[in-house]
């Protein structure tokens, strides 16, 4: 059997042993029921022993029985969702499925998944039909038989209902709860079976950082910024394991943005700390993101041929394109699958929860947070500003030359980078000129982007001229992207001197 991928959107309701099930085709497109099936169900929930995935709302089980025996994974995936992902039921006492293990390891990490609670489900479940037969939820009573840790723990008995959305909409859940409520059968307050089967021993889920206040603890600015990309880094982890789109640029992004933060408001916090954070976070997104740098690589190559008359394409220009992106991306993203999975990024992750956890903050940190937000931020303006004037005293030497130039305007770039996401760490505390800060340096990191897209292309295209010529085929049509790809980089010079003599007025406003 194949591994499946769903969203499970449902509801469970705490229930009497003897409450009888009310008229369920009073549910809005809800016109008739169909017959009851009963299944008998077993699982075996895995976790830490110090449940680790409970923790972060995952479960992790193999069931016996039913229609999906097998091994099932849910992530959370919002409010009222979980992604489920199935795998083959496989030998008795075998092992977690890799797959399985692989898209929980950014919570577990080296740790051990073990056995840690036995239920046993009595299930009587129907399905709810719409128009032409169409199955639009399934209603579900379950008498459950829990015991946790298995073979020595407490054995507890309960009855839940439970309403899963299959192809209808989610106002059968909100009529749902009235229809329940109306016979005194209301929302579990425990939305899992596994904590309730835990009881006092579940984790309660970690509460979100309070959004920074602008006369509060400056330290706060920080710390809300880092949770808030740590939580993106973990949640896009698995994302990453499975090449899904976008994930590796969300996950190097959210490395970047953290490390930025780190060194913006370094003097809020032990530097030593903040160093070998930024060190790793410089790493991880080194190793992970050179799959991603293939891939814009890739399509801005592939968008520029595209755009060439056909016969201005000698020889197979856009397959040796394709088939030289295709072999480096693999083993890329090969490598940094294996970044994701040693121990020095289980470290990481071990050192960003260990830091918002116990902050190792200074003094200043308990200043307020609106004044030494615009200090701090202040001092990136000014450092973006000396940047440019580098890069402005590098055109004009006698020696210039467009290497260096551009070598320049990448560390304007890098200074602009920087301010932006200091910035907009320091939006919930500056308001709205935070908010025109980070969006003006957004703009000349994104112009200044298009220029070293362009000189990393060059190079790409150089390389692919000299294997051209060196098999015997035409090097004529990478020559000429090259020479686009050139007139892209002056333009981009040029659009980055109007960006800065537009944008230089409000850069340099203090915040």
């Known amino acids: 059997?194949?591994?499946?991928?769903?969203?499970?959107?449902?509801?469970?309701?705490?229930?009497?042993?003897?409450?009888?099930?009310?008229?369920?085709?009073?549910?809005?497109?809800?016109?008739?029921?169909?017959?009851?099936?009963?299944?008998?169900?077993?699982?075996?929930?895995?976790?830490?022993?110090?449940?680790?995935?409970?923790?972060?709302?995952?479960?992790?089980?193999?069931?016996?029985?039913?229609?999906?025996?097998?091994?099932h994974l849910k992530l959370p995936a919002g409010p009222s969702a979980r992604r489920e992902i199935r795998e083959p039921l496989g030998p008795d006492g075998g092992a977690v499925p890799e797959r399985l293990r692989a898209l929980v390891r950014v919570h577990v990490r080296d740790k051990d998944l073990?056995?840690?609670?036995?239920?046993?489900?009595?299930?009587?479940?129907?399905?709810?039909?719409?128009?032409?037969?169409?199955?639009?939820?399934?209603?579900?009573?379950?008498?459950?038989?829990?015991?946790?840790?298995?073979?020595?723990?407490?054995?507890?008995?309960?009855?839940?209902?439970?309403?899963?959305?299959?192809?209808?909409?989610?106002?059968?859940?909100?009529?749902?709860?009235?229809?329940?409520?109306?016979?005194?059968?209301n929302r579990a307050e425990v939305q899992s079976k596994l904590a309730r089967a835990l009881g006092p021993a579940h984790p309660t889920t970690k509460k979100p950082l309070k959004r920074p206040k602008r006369k509060g603890?400056?330290?706060?600015?920080?710390?809300?910024?880092?949770?808030?990309?740590?939580?993106?880094?973990?949640?896009?982890?698995?994302?990453?394991?499975?090449?899904?789109?976008?994930?590796?640029?969300?996950?190097?992004?959210?490395?970047?943005?953290?490390?930025?933060?780190?060194?913006?408001?370094?003097?809020l916090t032990?530097?030593?700390?903040?160093?070998?954070?930024?060190?790793?976070?410089?790493?991880?997104?080194g190793e992970v993101g050179r799959a991603r740098d293939i891939e814009v690589m890739r399509d801005r190559l592939k968008a520029l041929s595209a755009a060439e008359p056909a016969d201005l394409l000698m020889g197979?220009?856009?397959?040796?394109?394709?088939?030289?992106?295709?072999?480096?991306?693999?083993?890329?993203?090969?490598?940094?699958?294996?970044?994701?999975?040693?121990?020095?990024?289980?470290?990481?992750?071990?050192?960003?929860?260990?830091?918002?956890?116990?902050?190792?903050?200074?003094?200043?940190?308990?200043?307020?947070?609106?004044?030494?937000?615009?200090?701090?931020?202040?001092?990136?303006?000014?450092?973006?500003?000396?940047?440019?004037s580098a890069a402005e005293e590098a055109e004009d030497a006698a020696d210039s030359d467009e290497a260096a130039f551009d070598a320049a305007l990448h560390e304007v770039r890098k200074s602009a980078k920087r301010l932006r996401y200091g910035a907009e760490?320091?939006?919930?505390?500056?308001?709205?000129?935070?908010?025109k800060l980070a969006r003006a340096a957004e703009q000349i990191q994104e112009t200044l982007g298009i220029l070293q897209d362009s000189v990393v292309s060059r190079g790409v295209l150089r390389e692919l001229a000299v294997q051209a010529q060196a098999e015997g085929a035409n090097a004529f049509s990478f020559g000429r992207l090259h020479a686009l790809e050139q007139q892209r980089a002056s333009e981009a010079r040029a659009q980055f001197s109007r960006d800065w003599t537009e944008l230089r007025p409000t850069l340099l406003r203090r915040p």
């Open 1 to 71: 059997m194949a591994a499946l991928s769903t969203v499970e959107v449902e509801r469970k309701y705490t229930v009497g042993q003897d409450t009888s099930v009310p008229p369920l085709t009073d549910l809005p497109h809800v016109e008739r029921t169909g017959p009851p099936v009963s299944l008998d169900l077993e699982a075996v929930y895995f976790d830490t022993d110090d449940f680790t995935l409970a923790g972060h709302g995952i479960t992790l089980r193999r069931r016996r029985g039913g229609p999906d025996a097998g091994w």
């Open 114 to 185: 073990l056995p840690i609670a036995q239920l046993r489900t009595r299930r009587t479940a129907t399905p709810l039909l719409g128009t032409d037969n169409v199955v639009l939820a399934e209603f579900c009573d379950d008498r459950v038989e829990s015991e946790a840790p298995i073979g020595e723990g407490l054995l507890q008995f309960w009855r839940e209902w439970e309403i899963e959305l299959l192809r209808g909409s989610e106002d059968i859940l909100t009529a749902a709860d009235d229809l329940l409520a109306a016979v005194g059968v």
């Open 217 to 267: 603890p400056a330290g706060k600015v920080l710390l809300a910024y880092v949770q808030n990309h740590v939580d993106t880094l973990k949640a896009v982890d698995p994302a990453v394991r499975e090449d899904a789109p976008d994930s590796v640029h969300q996950l190097r992004v959210s490395a970047r943005r953290m490390r930025s933060a780190l060194a913006t408001y370094r003097k």
């Open 270 to 285: 032990d530097a030593d700390t903040a160093n070998r954070l930024r060190q790793e976070l410089q790493w991880l997104a």
């Open 316 to 388: 197979p220009v856009v397959l040796r394109i394709a088939e030289s992106s295709a072999s480096q991306y693999r083993e890329a993203h090969a490598a940094g699958l294996e970044a994701m999975s040693s121990q020095r990024y289980f470290r990481l992750l071990d050192a960003l929860d260990a830091f918002l956890a116990d902050p190792p903050l200074t003094q200043l940190a308990a200043k307020k947070a609106h004044k030494a937000a615009a200090r701090l931020v202040a001092r990136d303006i000014g450092r973006l500003v000396n940047a440019v």
């Open 425 to 435: 760490a320091a939006a919930p505390v500056l308001g709205k000129r935070a908010t």
